[in-house]
């Protein structure tokens, strides 16, 4: 699988952005997907995940209610819509996918055997 996440860029407090994430090699609609970042000097933190058909969707607290993932299953392709940005949205946002079916929680980085190649956010205070 290969992953190619585009989107990121320089944005003001406030404002929005939306990230995407292109897959290819595998049947895109067999696996849950997942979106983490990293700041600078920081751990990757989980983000949001969605399942394989979308109809479940998971959030970390620091996002709820400003972030929201998507796909396109038709498409091959994972969203991620920001709004209300923040200084702290700050980071390098990776897509991950599991493809293995993993038995680990979406919400851990252990659960995805695919990661894109970052793409940056810098939201300016």
């Known amino acids: 699988v290969q992953l190619q996440a585009s989107g990121g860029g320089l944005v003001q407090a406030g404002g929005s952005l939306r990230l995407s994430c292109a897959a290819s090699g595998r049947t895109f609609s067999n696996y849950a997907m997942g979106w983490f970042r990293q700041a600078p000097g920081r751990e990757r933190e989980f983000v949001a995940s969605i399942s394989w058909s979308g109809d479940s969707t998971y959030y970390a607290d620091s996002v709820k209610g400003r972030l929201t993932i998507s796909r396109d299953n038709a498409k091959n392709t994972l969203y991620l819509q920001m709004n209300s940005l923040k200084p702290e949205d700050t980071a390098v946002y990776y897509c991950?996918?599991?493809?293995?079916?993993?038995?680990?929680?979406?919400?851990?980085?252990?659960?995805?055997?695919?990661w894109g190649q970052g793409t940056l956010v810098t939201v300016s205070s």
């Open positions: 991950a996918a599991d493809t293995r079916g993993s038995r680990w929680n979406l919400r851990t980085a252990r659960a995805y055997d695919y």
